[in-house]
């Protein structure tokens, strides 16, 4: 599949469409999966392997820096001057990221890792409402379902029109194409669409697709990262009677991150900048 980007960033945009998709990144998006899942699997996959490597909280808050596990291992070694013996470091990279894979799907299987407040409820009323579903993440596809599967419940992978995850474009987030693919994939401009991202290199990437709807929702490891050029950022989606707490931009007068929210700020950034 050949993806243009100047194509894709051409708008036909009046202010009345509706919008059409909702595309959500995944690791601490939708559920806090780094600092309790993915970090202790790769721990795991290390201690296993027979290496004293061990990532804390503080460190692999660092290595986030990065998108994607594989990556984030060949950068580890590269920043320690780590040398492995008698093997290939992109292929002993790929091997221990299978192997936290298994570690990490067990976690998941456990039930360890729930949704973020907000988020299973936004999912059912854009359904309600026609509103399509769509994935944009840098996490192993094998990963991704089982997370929506086993915290969101039995069918809800089926939800999502698109799952685009992994190895499924060449470059990953900040890089904009896994955004890119989604918008050819769904058949919409990004203008038709709004993103929700929870880290720069996340809000890097819609931006550059052109995707200016953008909602973040900050975590532990995101908290300080800079948000310049997003029209919204809180510390999550909310629930009834728990809204959240607003970093940037406004919530228009509505007590959660809820449709009509991204229905106002997506005709509000696009209203106001006009189309690309």
């Known amino acids: 599949m050949t993806l243009n980007p100047r194509a894709m960033q051409q708008s036909r945009f009046k202010p009345t469409d509706e919008l059409k998709a909702i595309i959500f990144d995944v690791d601490g998006t939708i559920a806090e999966t780094e600092r309790d899942g993915h970090r202790c699997a ?3 996959a290390f201690a296993a392997a027979g ?16 998108a994607g596990g594989k990556e984030r291992i060949g950068y580890f070694l590269g920043r320690t001057g780590i040398q492995p013996a008698g093997i290939d470091p992109d292929a002993l990279a790929a091997e221990l990221h299978r192997a936290k894979t298994v570690h990490y799907l ?15 409820r936004l999912w059912r009323e854009a359904r309600a409402h026609g509103v399509r579903l769509a994935i944009a993440t840098t996490a192993a596809p094998e990963g991704v379902r089982v997370l929506l599967e086993r915290s969101g419940g039995a069918g809800v992978a089926d939800w999502f029109e698109v799952i685009a995850a992994g190895d499924i474009v060449p470059n990953k987030k900040p890089a904009p194409d ?18 929700i991202e929870d880290s720069d290199n996340g ?4 931006l550059a697709a052109g995707i200016r709807a953008l909602v973040v929702t900050i975590n532990d490891y995101t908290a300080q990262q800079d948000f310049s050029g997003v029209p919204l950022v ?15 931009g406004e919530l228009y007068g509505r007590q959660c991150v809820d449709l009509e ?10 209203s106001s900048r006009g189309p690309a």
Do not use: H, K, M
């Open 106 to 120: 067990d976690l998941v299987q456990s039930g360890a890792i729930p949704l973020r407040p907000g988020v299973l």
């Open 203 to 206: 809000a890097r990437a819609a």
């Open 42 to 44: 790769f721990n795991a």
């Open 51 to 66: 290496l004293d490597w061990y990532w804390d909280p503080v460190l692999y808050g660092e290595l986030l820096a990065v």
């Open 178 to 195: 896994v955004y890119l693919y989604v918008l050819e994939r769904l058949g919409l401009g990004p203008e038709a669409c709004v993103a």
């Open 261 to 270: 929210t991204l229905r106002l700020l997506r005709r509000q950034v696009w």
């Open 234 to 248: 809180v510390d999550g989606l909310g629930e009834a009677g728990a809204p959240p707490r607003v970093l940037q």
